[in-house]
């Protein structure tokens, strides 16, 4: 592998921009993408920097489509281009459990991340994954040891599958959702386990699940 140089501020920010966009998009940039983030006069100037990029080991190029652009690590071995998603902590899919908080992503602790598909953050914007403890969604094909991903948010329709927070108990549980009148019931998944019940003020919801990474996938 050829030695990674100090890259001058341009080609950082080239750099840094592609990695971003990747991030965010899933796919990479084109060289125009990267003209007008950059702010550059030229295709021909992006071009340039990216042969060197190239050139020193940080990226490779695909002649023959527009985005392509692939990105290396220190080893020169290409980086996936899809998103990942910090998983911030653990669910209860059975009994609450009083571990959990969506703040995670603000705090200095380092976190666990997992591969999405590039159309989950697209489509839903900002996400975090949830590390499933329990059975209670087996019905669901959620088992224990899977990862929920979780699109942020404090509202439902009934039937949607929720991160739900106990606020008497301080304690949270993945269930699907139902409002019933001043109740709220938490439906399990599961034909052997109970509903839980909880008056309608008692229960937060902390997001909506959008999607399960399995455990054995």
Request: net charge negative; charged share 25%; aromatic share 6%.
């Amino acid at each position: 592998m050829t030695t990674r140089k100090r890259l001058p501020p341009r080609r950082q920010q080239i750099l840094d921009f592609i990695q971003t966009f990747i991030a965010e998009n899933g796919i990479p940039p084109t060289v125009r993408d990267v003209q007008r983030a950059c702010e550059i006069s030229s295709t021909s100037v992006v071009d340039y920097n990216l042969k060197v990029l190239k050139r020193d080991g940080y990226l490779n190029r695909r002649p023959d489509t527009a985005r392509g652009i692939e990105l290396l690590d220190e080893t020169g071995q290409p980086v996936s281009n899809a998103p990942r998603v910090q998983i911030i902590g653990a669910i209860a899919a059975g009994q609450p459990i009083p571990v959990f908080s969506t703040e995670g992503a603000a705090s200095s602790e380092e976190f666990d991340t997992i591969e999405v598909p590039p159309e989950l953050p697209r489509r839903h914007g900002k996400l975090f994954g949830l590390t499933v403890n329990g059975t209670s969604m087996i019905d669901a094909l959620i088992d224990d040891g899977d990862v929920v991903i979780v699109k942020p948010g404090m509202e439902a329709v009934n039937g949607e599958m929720v991160v739900a927070w106990l606020r008497d108990e301080e304690e949270a549980t993945l269930k699907k959702f139902y409002l019933e009148g001043d109740q709220v019931r938490l439906q399990p998944a599961n034909s052997q386990m109970n509903p839980i019940y909880s008056s309608a003020d008692n229960v937060e919801v902390r997001g909506k699940v959008v999607t399960v990474i399995r455990k054995f996938a």
